[in-house]
């Protein structure tokens, strides 16, 4: 019989192993959870590149439309002062025709 005690569990070894078991599933249980923060974490990680890039994006297209405007506004004044001196090239040429 002394050769099976080794081998034999009490009943307090038994309280013992399951709470070695609980602890066990227990850290099981924070490292998912941990894992589960951490990919929610990288997605959200990933979400917040999304906007950032979204909204760059969005910049690059707003600053491209307002040097469109720019450019159609000087393009626009450009026509009107050519407008302005091509009005008194031809009142120049009308008075230097009369001269003649």
Known sequence: ???LYPFFL??????ELEDVIEL???VELVEFVETVELVGFVEFLEFVKFVETVE????IE????????????????AEFVDSCFS???RD?????????
Do not use: N
Request: aromatic share 16%.
């Open 92 to 100: 120049k040429s009308s008075t230097s025709d009369t001269s003649l």
């Open 56 to 59: 760059l994006v969005e910049f």
């Open 10 to 15: 009490t009943v307090a070894d038994f309280a």
């Open 1 to 3: 019989m002394s050769m």
């Open 87 to 89: 009005g008194l090239r």
């Open 24 to 26: 066990v599933e227990f």
């Open 62 to 77: 707003f600053v491209e439309f307002v040097e469109l405007v720019e450019l159609v506004e000087f393009v626009e004044f």
